[in-house]
């Protein structure tokens, strides 16, 4: 007991000589992270003082009682919220923190060297104050880690809340512009509403980091998130997609203001693009018509059925008939470039042509004819089954006789 008094005395006068410099060691410090490290400059004087206060009281607790708390017993979570508020890095807040135990540890030495205090009780104690960095280091990374994962987690729902907002059209003017400043996008220029979805294995999240890598790498605007389980946002020009395997639709450009009506068209553009199992990006000019198709399913449906469907009796000759129509439509109605392609006579192509407009009762020399053929034969590239009994066929025979006085 006595000697554990002898000790004590000394310790304690060393604790003492300890606390009086604090004051003056925290300054110095203040000084040492704002010239160092250069994030710390953004941290309030009054709120590194209050850090500083814990951390050396912690630190005299150790030197006096000769035990490191357990790691669950630091609590840094207000720390780590501030730091990653303000931008500080994990790494910057590890340096920061190993640079005033370090001072604290200097201080303890010089003094206790003053005081005489015993040399094996001096180095057990700066074990201590090793172990201590040691472990707090340790716990400080863990909190500043899941401080940084929930401010992510924060800034990515208040992202989407505002794309969202700003795709439905439920924000304000003001909340327009002060959510176009935090994330980069300037009112005064013209945006187009984009959504996509990815094609094989890759998943929306990682599909939205891609498309805004490549926006970056661009020099161009670009603000996505995930919404039910597509990628939505605004771009200021058409995305270069690469090898990206994905599927979107791009609205027209236009203010801020009217990005809602933009995302309604790219919605359209995407549900037509998917339909016809295209991969890219596709905006009004690339589909333009063909469009409609796929929102008009009842109108799609009865011109199959005017125009098409009356083939499907002639079986295999009523499918080279619809070959040679939609060559005919495809070539501005050049019968010998679609004799060429298809490798067959003129005379031929001018059989099928003919029997085609006995079969449907129409003129392929009428406007709406085309207009009317053209629509069903882009809803038949949507994979729409056939209706109605197959007839017998002519075949390929019966239009080769029926043919022959031509050629």
């Known amino acids: ?75 840094e979570a207000d720390v780590a919220r501030d730091r990653a508020a303000r931008g500080v890095p994990l790494s910057d807040g590890l340096r920061a923190f190993r640079r005033g135990l370090s001072a604290i540890r200097d201080l303890f030495i010089a003094e206790a060297t003053e005081c005489g205090l015993d040399p094996g009780l001096v180095v057990d104690r700066t074990k201590c104050l090793w172990e201590l960095a040691d472990v707090a280091s340790l716990q400080i990374a ?89 990628v939505a946002g605004v771009v200021e020009a058409k995305p270069e997609t690469g090898d990206l395997e994905v599927t979107a639709g791009l609205g027209p450009p236009t203010d801020l203001a009217a990005v809602h009506r933009s995302y309604r068209a790219a919605g359209r553009l995407l549900q037509a693009a998917r339909a016809y199992g295209l991969r890219g990006v596709y905006d009004l000019g690339d589909l333009s018509w063909r469009v409609a198709v796929v929102a008009e399913p009842e109108l799609a449906e009865l011109l199959l059925n005017r125009y098409l469907r009356p083939l499907e009796a002639e079986g295999e000759f009523g499918a080279l008939i619809e070959e040679s129509v939609r ?16 490798h067959v006579h003129v005379n031929t192509v001018r059989y099928r042509l003919r029997r085609f407009e006995e079969l449907t009762g129409t003129s392929l020399d009428a406007p709406d004819t085309a207009v009317e053929l053209s629509w069903a034969l882009a809803a038949r590239e949507l994979g729409t089954p056939p209706r109605g009994p197959a007839g017998p066929a002519h075949g390929a025979a019966g239009e080769t006789a029926a043919s022959t006085g031509f050629q």
């Open 327 to 342: 060559g005919y439509l495809e070539s501005g109605r050049h019968i010998r470039d679609v004799a060429r392609s298809a």
């Open 142 to 230: 863990a909190v500043h880690r899941q401080a940084d994962v929930a401010s992510a987690l924060s800034d990515a729902r208040r992202r989407a809340g505002f794309l969202r907002g700003l795709l439905y059209g439920t924000l304000s003017a003001a909340e327009i512009h002060s959510g176009a400043a935090i994330y980069g996008l300037d009112p005064s220029r013209a945006y187009r509403a984009v959504t996509a979805v990815p094609n094989g294995t890759m998943d929306p999240d990682a599909l939205e980091r891609s498309l805004e890598s490549h926006g970056r790498r661009n020099g161009r605007s670009t603000l996505l998130t995930v919404l039910d389980e597509a």
């Open 1 to 75: 007991m006595g000697g554990q008094s002898g000790a004590a005395a000394p310790l304690e006068r060393v604790i003492a000589a300890m606390v009086a410099q604090q004051g003056h060691l925290g300054g110095r410090l203040h000084a040492d992270l704002t010239d160092h490290i250069p994030s710390y400059r953004a941290v309030p004087r009054e709120f590194l003082d209050q850090i500083w206060h814990r951390h050396f009281q912690r630190a005299l607790a150790v030197v006096r009682e000769g035990t490191v708390p357990a790691p669950e017993d630091f609590d």
